[in-house]
């Protein structure tokens, strides 16, 4: 049991030393001030003291970087507007015994090996006046590296493990109140459904019963029609008056005249 309690107070503390500020001490770092984007000298290179400092803080390196200004240019005319994509960090104006201006600023970053970028605004009155990008090339020889970034790594892998099994913890515990409410859902959906079910069930029984009726079928239909259309065609016998009255007039005429005709020859 001691065993096991050991084990997890050297988990916690291997877990929580990564999420501690980390601080280290401060180391001169040279570099170069370029043209913004080219491997050329800025032509506000002679601004920028060397080396800078560089300072391991909270798994960064934290750069602090100093701009001298002479008497002569006023007070501070060089401005950083940013540096490394953000607003510079802890900045600071003083002036030396000589009168010259001195800003000192920082940013953080976790790679030194690529080139930083920075926006200046450059004022001096009645002389200059302009904004300038530039580009700063750090000499990252003998810098410390930054291991115990492996370490927050895994304190991230831990807790996101941890979150995930209590996400299923939770997910297995609710899944008989999920399935009681997935089946009064189911339920509640079923009704309308049966109902309509049921609807349709009676039309159909109503449509079945009037189509059992008795209806004239189509050949007998057909057949009436034809008989109606042969009498419809069969013309009327009409009687005759005028020949029947014209025939009986000439029988008369030849049996008279038959008759004179005999009864005068004898």
């Known amino acids: 049991m001691s065993k096991l309690i050991k084990w997890c107070l050297g988990v916690a503390l291997f877990v929580f030393s ?63 507007l940013a540096v490394n994509g953000s607003a510079p960090e802890n900045v600071r104006k003083t002036k030396d015994s ?13 790679d030194l090996k690529r080139d930083i970028n920075a926006k200046l605004y450059i004022y001096v009155p009645k002389v200059y006046k302009a904004t300038h990008n530039i580009s700063f090339k750090f000499k990252t020889a003998g810098l410390p590296a930054l291991t115990a970034t492996k370490t927050v790594k895994a304190a991230a892998r831990h807790q996101s493990s941890v979150v995930k099994q209590a996400s299923r913890t939770h997910i297995v515990r609710q899944t008989p109140e999920a399935k009681k409410q997935a089946n009064e859902s189911r339920q509640a959906a079923a009704k309308p459904s049966t109902t309509k079910a049921r609807a349709n069930a009676k039309n159909n029984s109503s449509s079945n019963k009037r189509s059992s009726q008795p209806q004239p079928t189509s050949s007998s239909s057909s057949k009436s029609v034809q008989v109606t259309r042969a009498a419809d065609q069969v013309p009327m016998q009409k009687t005759h008056w005028g020949g029947l009255i014209g025939g009986a007039i000439a029988i008369v005429v030849l049996v008279g005249g038959g008759s004179w005709w005999y009864f005068g020859r004898h």
């Not at 043209?35 to 909270?58: I, L």
């Not at 000589?98 to 976790?110: I, K, M, Q, R």
Request: aromatic share 12%.
């Open 98 to 110: 000589a009168g010259n201006s001195h800003l000192y600023y920082s940013f953080v970053t976790t």
């Open 18 to 80: 990564g999420l501690l500020p980390v601080t280290g001490h401060a180391q001169a770092i040279s570099y170069s001030a370029l043209k913004y984007g080219t491997a050329q000298t800025s032509m506000a290179s002679g601004y920028f003291v060397r080396p800078a400092q560089v300072v391991v803080k909270n798994h960064a390196y934290v750069v602090t970087m100093d701009i001298k200004t002479a008497k002569k240019l006023t007070s501070w005319p060089v401005k950083v």
